[in-house]
Nanobody, 121 residues
Framework: QVQLVESGGGLVQAGGSLRLSCIIS????????MAWYRQAPGKQRESVAL???????NYGESVKGRFTVSKDNAKNTMYLQLRSLKPEDTAVYSC???????????????WGPGTQVTVSS
């Protein structure tokens, strides 16, 4: 069974920074794409950042230049560095991964439960 767990959320003032982590655990054969999404109350889920197995990243328009996604393959961990935070960045941030498990040997899509980021003005 594959599990994703996020950490690092919290309350921060506008202009501040946070670093989120997403750890993947389980019997993993391969990790393909990983991504961060966020959902604010009353709004649709929004794609924040994606990083491919090869390390290529792309970002949602609202976070370009402020957020940076990275990963440590050896630790099966993905990070999201959030800078210059704005109140509109307030949301639950969730991580996603496309993972091939060892048993059964198959691909699946997995999500973490999310971590709350609150930015005060």
């Amino acid at each position: 069974q594959v599990q994703l767990v996020e950490s690092g959320g919290g309350l921060v003032q506008a202009g501040g920074s946070l670093r989120l982590s997403c750890i993947i655990s389980g019997l993993i054969a391969e990790v393909l794409d990983m991504a961060w999404y966020r959902q604010a109350p009353g709004k649709q889920r929004e794609s924040v950042a994606l990083i491919t197995s090869g390390g290529t990243s792309n970002y949602g328009e609202s976070v370009k230049g402020r957020f940076t996604v990275s990963k440590d393959n050896a630790k099966n961990t993905m990070y999201l560095q959030l800078r210059s935070l704005k109140p509109e960045d307030t949301a639950v941030y969730s991580c996603y991964a496309r993972v091939r498990t060892v048993e059964p040997y198959s691909w699946g899509d997995y999500w973490g439960p999310g971590t709350q980021v609150t930015v005060s003005s």
